[in-house]
């Protein structure tokens, strides 16, 4: 199991540029969600989403939008990318059924806006 | 308003020693609590899981307490070293069944040998 893979590890961007980071898991998760990490911030949660067809919005969701089309991929895009979208963002996974789910974390893509 | 406070930004202690991080949070209800471990440029891994209806867990080295009165989770690591080394996060649960974690801004711990 490659458990939860995320690219690019890193990124540029120029304000106002669109990109897609992309986010899969091979654990047969139905919860997947990402994360902002910043300095003195903690982790904050961006978009969720408990199956496929099903997203929702976190803490910070402005900015951003996902979609879940297959239970592997949750793709997160930065319509118009701001300076204060620079931060390292993390992708995660957890298993169905459990009440307690314990979270799987992916190495994360540190992004750049300039 | 809403916070998770981990006790200080960074930690040091002396190898073989316990440490001992904080997490304390406000305005929160939380149906379990978590803890991770983050080492440079990764992702956080999952350590231990404490239900509110729970006092303690344990984990080989690990310990952690929680009192919902107090509003406050203790993580303990017994006979420290230097591969502990790494940043430590807390991470709330509001809702048993809902996967959406709050989480503490971290704890860096270093072992000195």
């Known amino acids: 199991n490659a458990g939860v893979t995320q690219t690019p590890k890193f990124q540029v961007l120029k304000t106002g540029q669109s990109m897609t980071l992309q986010c899969a898991q091979d654990?047969?998760?139905?919860?997947m969600s990402w994360y902002r990490q910043d300095p003195g911030m903690g982790l904050r949660l961006i978009h969720y989403s408990v199956g496929a067809g099903i997203t929702d919005q976190g803490e910070v969701p402005n900015g951003y939008n996902v979609s879940r089309s297959t239970t592997e991929d949750f793709p997160l895009r930065l319509l118009s990318a701001a300076p204060s979208q620079t931060s390292v963002y993390f992708c995660?996974?957890?298993?169905?059924?459990?009440?307690?789910?314990?979270?799987?974390f992916g190495p994360g893509t540190r992004l750049t806006v300039l | 308003s809403q916070k998770i406070e981990q006790n200080s930004e960074a930690l040091n202690i002396q190898e073989g020693k316990t440490a001992t991080l904080t997490c304390n949070y406000t305005n929160y209800s939380p149906a379990y609590l978590q803890w991770y471990r983050q080492d440079p440029g990764r992702g956080p891994v999952f350590l231990l899981l404490i239900r509110e209806n729970e006092k303690e867990k344990r984990k080989e080295r690990l310990k952690v307490t929680f009192d919902t009165t107090l509003k406050q989770s203790l993580f303990h690591i017994t006979a420290s070293q230097p591969a502990d080394s790494a940043t430590y996060l807390c991470?709330?649960?509001?809702?048993?069944?809902?996967?959406?974690?709050?989480f503490g801004t971290g704890t860096r711990l270093t072992v000195i040998p």
């Open positions: 654990m047969n998760h139905e919860y």
């Open positions: 995660a996974s957890s298993a169905p059924g459990t009440k307690y789910n314990e979270q799987f």
């Open positions: 991470a709330l649960g509001l809702q048993t069944g809902a996967n959406n974690l709050f």
